[in-house]
């Protein structure tokens, strides 16, 4: 069982910058071999979940929303079985509950249906 667990979430301005954690718990380090994809989603209050940006395991390919290329980082750490969000330049439309979000394959889906594993959500909120 995989267990996905988000921290780093809070309120700031406008133009600044918060990063997510997402630890994966319940197995012991994930091999990079295995063919897995982690995301991030997010979802505003009255709206659809919505992709963020995604990534493999194994640390190649990553692809983004259109509305956050740029600004936005997906990151991982092997070592620490954690998967990161790096988000700069922040508006007031970036605000909602962001998810992490595991599948295994090697597609990069931008698809909700496609993740098996999501966690609890953290609360970012960005104020004009």
């Known amino acids: 069982q995989v267990q996905l667990v988000e921290s780093g979430g809070g309120s700031v301005q406008a133009g600044g910058s918060l990063g997510l954690s997402c630890a994966v718990s319940?197995?012991?380090?994930?091999?990079?071999?295995?063919?897995?994809?982690m995301g991030w989603f997010r979802q505003a209050p009255g709206k659809e979940r919505e992709f963020v940006a995604g990534?493999?395991?194994?640390?190649?390919?990553?692809n983004y929303a259109d509305s956050v290329k740029g600004r936005f980082t997906i990151s991982r750490d092997n070592a620490k079985n954690t998967l990161y969000l790096q988000m700069n330049s922040l508006k007031a439309e970036d605000t909602a509950v962001y998810y992490c979000?595991?599948?295994?394959?090697?597609?990069?889906?931008?698809?909700?249906?496609?993740?098996?594993?999501w966690g609890q959500g953290t609360q970012v909120t960005v104020s004009s």
């Open positions: 979000a595991w599948k295994s394959g090697y597609s990069l889906s931008t698809q909700r249906r496609d993740y098996n594993y």
């Open positions: 319940g197995r012991t380090s994930i091999p990079t071999s295995i063919p897995i994809v």
């Open positions: 990534m493999h395991w194994s640390g190649g390919s990553t």
